[in-house]
């Protein structure tokens, strides 16, 4: 079998990787991630995912990589990981009460053949008080993640729903991934 690399430091993604009962190895991606206006989130999580795999590709030619990136999107907007308090605060004032679209990107790559995908999950926050979000401010949780959340901590408690893939919002769908790495092993 290929050498398999996780084009990402994420140690989420790491551990979902580990689902998949693969060896692999995970390299650092260090990429631009600036994306033009007017890109979709969905066209977004997979030009910054391919990126990524293209990037740890160039040097690791044989191996199959997979890059991957999550975004969070309310309204047509963007969010990313916070700058800081004060955007975190923002940020989760706005999701508050309401559903947003959390998006994940993947890209497989071996050598010039490549299969780039994205999957999407609907997310509704209860209705936060102004005390709620503060505490969460300051468990620090919020500022490493994009729409200043992790579904997969002490976000949790924010969230009234979800629909779709929740590995999707930790940021590895790796029900799919499972399925497309088939056609590189």
């Known amino acids: 079998m290929h050498p398999v690399i996780l084009a990402s430091s994420s140690p989420r993604r790491k551990e979902l990787l580990q689902f998949l009962q693969i060896?692999?190895?995970?390299?650092?991606?260090?990429?631009?991630?600036?994306?033009?206006?007017?890109?979709?989130?969905?066209?977004?999580?997979?030009?910054?995912?391919?990126?990524?795999?293209?990037?740890?590709n160039r040097?690791?030619?044989?191996?199959?990589?997979?890059?991957?990136?999550?975004?969070?999107?309310?309204?047509?907007?963007?969010?990313?990981?916070?700058?800081?308090?004060?955007?975190a605060?923002?940020?989760l004032k706005r999701l508050s009460g309401k559903a947003h679209s959390v998006y994940t990107g993947v890209a497989i790559i071996k050598d010039e053949y490549s299969k780039i995908f994205a999957e999407k999950t609907e997310v509704t926050f209860w209705e936060l008080s102004d005390e709620e979000i503060e505490k969460y401010l300051d468990s620090g949780e919020p500022y490493d993640k994009a729409g200043s959340y992790g579904i997969q901590g002490l976000g949790s408690l924010l969230v009234k729903s979800i629909a779709g893939d929740y590995y999707t919002v930790v940021g590895l769908p790796v029900s799919r991934l499972a399925r497309e790495i088939k056609a590189f092993i």
Request: hydrophobic content about 40%; proline content about 5%.
């Open 23 to 56: 060896p692999f190895q995970t390299v650092n991606a260090n990429v631009d991630e600036t994306i033009a206006a007017g890109t979709t989130p969905e066209e977004a999580v997979k030009q910054l995912a391919y990126r990524k795999a293209a990037e740890v």
């Open 59 to 87: 040097s690791h030619k044989g191996s199959i990589i997979i890059g991957s990136d999550t975004v969070v999107a309310i309204e047509g907007d963007i969010l990313g990981k916070p700058a800081g308090r004060d955007d």
């Open 89 to 91: 605060r923002a940020t």
